[in-house]
């Protein structure tokens, strides 16, 4: 007697399964990956604050970070690195470049070991060129940066 074979010659739906799985996990993955990249930036622990300043519309933000031994105190400006004595060059080159006189705002983010007096003479500087200016604070009583 010959045995004859009871399944079928060509696989179902069921032996395809795994594959639909590989190729779900092919399409997810690149979706979700951007998700889980920190974003880049200089990292400042900024001082507590309970006020809130409203939208502001394409500011400057100036970022001063810690200094390490007593070196003279890094200073960003859109996250690209200026000594400070060509501070009021690169606001002005930055103007000139992207939006000129739309730019009317700075907004200072400021590391906690930062001097009172640096903090002060980039302000006072800022506002001589006729910019507004602002210093950013994390809210009140929220933990981490």
Request: hydrophobic share 45%; aromatic share 4%.
């Amino acid at each position: 007697m010959k045995l004859e074979m009871t399944l079928p010659s060509t696989p179902g739906f069921i032996h395809m399964l795994p594959g639909l799985d590989i190729m779900a996990l092919v399409l997810i993955f690149p979706l979700l990956g951007p998700s889980f990249v920190q974003q880049t930036g200089i990292d400042v622990r900024v001082h507590e604050s309970p006020w809130r300043y409203e939208q502001m519309e394409n500011p400057v933000v100036v970022t001063l970070g810690a200094s390490m031994d007593g070196e003279v105190t890094p200073l960003w400006i859109n996250k690209q690195l200026v000594p400070i004595a060509e501070l009021e060059e690169a606001i002005s080159r930055l103007r000139a470049e992207q939006g000129g006189d739309s730019i009317t705002t700075a907004v200072i983010r400021s590391d906690i070991s930062v001097p009172s007096g640096v903090e002060k003479e980039v302000i006072n500087r800022i506002l001589k060129m006729g910019l507004n200016c602002g210093l950013v604070g994390k809210p009140a009583g929220k933990a981490g940066r």
